[in-house]
T-cell receptor, first 114, second 112 residues
Framework: DAGVIQSPRHEVTEMGQEVTLRCKPISGHNSLFWYRQTMMRGLELLIYFNNNVPIDDSGMPEDRFSAKMPNASFSTLKIQPSEPRDSAVYFC????????????FGPGTRLTVT | AQSVAQPEDQVNVAEGNPLTVKCTYSVSGNPYLFWYVQYPNRGLQFLLKYITGDNLVKGSYGFEAEFNKSQTSFHLKKPSALVSDSALYFCAASGGYNKLIFGAGTRLAVHP
């Protein structure tokens, strides 16, 4: 398996622009997670899905952030409008068994908002 | 509130010496426990996990972790450190519904 795939790997955009990050989980995994990592705040869970249904979005910073999972093999994280403080590395991870399966992380998308 | 603590921001070890990266948890029930490693500009990689059974869990790259229920700890260990082990290490505990609660991370620096 190719592992969790994220695109783009790097994104540089101007403040106010819309940004869409994409994730393809490992085939057969039924849980998908979006994280954000910064030096100041460390690793933060933004939202996670189980069987394509959002379970907990309490980590989403504000209404400018939204996430979707239209099917088992694809998810997006959208920021509209983007702000410089959104600059971070965004990771997608997926896992399989219920109740504590290890998560497998993608390589991340490094977002820079100028 | 459920939490995972990694009390050391950084651990410095000489190559060839044993290393320990500490982790304690405060999670209800009998959580599953995990260690992950992150190399620069990479995603987190799974190292090992404890579910039940033997308190000493062996994982990738010669790492092992010791579960101690009475101390609610899950310390990561390696008998002989390598310079290539230098990375950021995260401890995590299951928080229900496949969710993981991560510690803040500990930077391991192995010096030649």
């Amino acid at each position: 398996d190719a592992g969790v795939i994220q695109s783009p790997r790097h994104e540089v955009t101007e403040m106010g622009q819309e940004v869409t990050l994409r994730c393809k989980p490992i085939s057969g995994h039924n849980s998908l997670f979006w994280y954000r990592q910064t030096m100041m705040r460390g690793l933060e869970l933004l939202i996670y899905f189980n069987n394509n249904v959002p379970i907990d979005d309490s980590g989403m910073p504000e209404d400018r952030f939204s996430a979707k999972m239209p099917n088992a093999s694809f998810s997006t994280l959208k920021i509209q409008p983007s702000e410089p403080r959104d600059s971070a590395v965004y990771f997608c991870a997926s896992s399989s068994p219920p109740g504590g399966g290890e998560q497998y992380f993608g390589p991340g998308t490094r977002l820079t908002v100028t | 509130a459920q939490s995972v603590a990694q009390p050391e921001d950084q651990v410095n070890v000489a190559e060839g010496n044993p290393l320990t990266v500490k982790c304690t948890y405060s999670v209800s029930g009998n959580p599953y426990l995990f260690w992950y490693v992150q190399y620069p500009n990479r995603g987190l990689q799974f190292l090992l996990k404890y579910i039940t059974g033997d308190n000493l869990v062996k994982g990738s790259y010669g790492f092992e972790a010791e579960f101690n229920k009475s101390q609610t700890s899950f310390h990561l260990k390696k008998p002989s450190a390598l310079v290539s082990d230098s990375a950021l290490y995260f401890c995590a505990a299951s928080g229900g519904y496949n969710k993981l609660i991560f510690g803040a991370g500990t930077r391991l620096a192995v010096h030649p």
